[in-house]
């Protein structure tokens, strides 16, 4: 079992950045793959990026690479989501998932977060 707690959330004008943090708990957490995930009002659940459980792979979706960076420090167990640039339509909920494999689909993974609110004004 992982347990995962999001953390970092709020509102930030556009051009502005937030780092959002993912603490998982767990006797074998660190060695999950894990990613962020985001739902715009009305909008399916969408991939943001992930990581391999060593932190040497890394993904990004094609509307955010380039503006944010995922990186994971799995001496404290933590994913943070850098977020740079932020554009309105990065407005969202914003979700940590892990599981045992890394890839871009919300139905592989089995573990979730209960998110945390990302909002951008324009």
């Not at 992982?2 to 930030?12: A, C, M, N, T």
């Amino acid at each position: 079992q992982v347990q995962l707690l999001e953390s970092g959330g709020g509102l930030v004008q556009a051009g502005g950045s937030l780092r959002l943090s993912c603490l998982a708990s767990g006797r074998t957490a660190s060695r999950y793959a894990m990613a962020w995930f985001r739902q715009a009002p009305e909008k399916d659940r969408e991939f943001v990026g992930g990581t391999s459980w060593r932190g040497d792979r890394t993904t990004y979706a094609d509307s955010v690479k380039g503006r944010f960076t995922i990186s994971r420090d799995n001496t404290r167990n933590l994913v943070y989501l850098q977020m740079n640039s932020l554009k309105s339509e990065d407005t969202a909920v914003y979700y940590c998932a892990a599981d045992r494999v890394l890839g871009n689909t919300d139905s592989l993974y089995e573990y979730w977060g209960q998110g945390t609110q990302v909002t951008v004004s324009s």
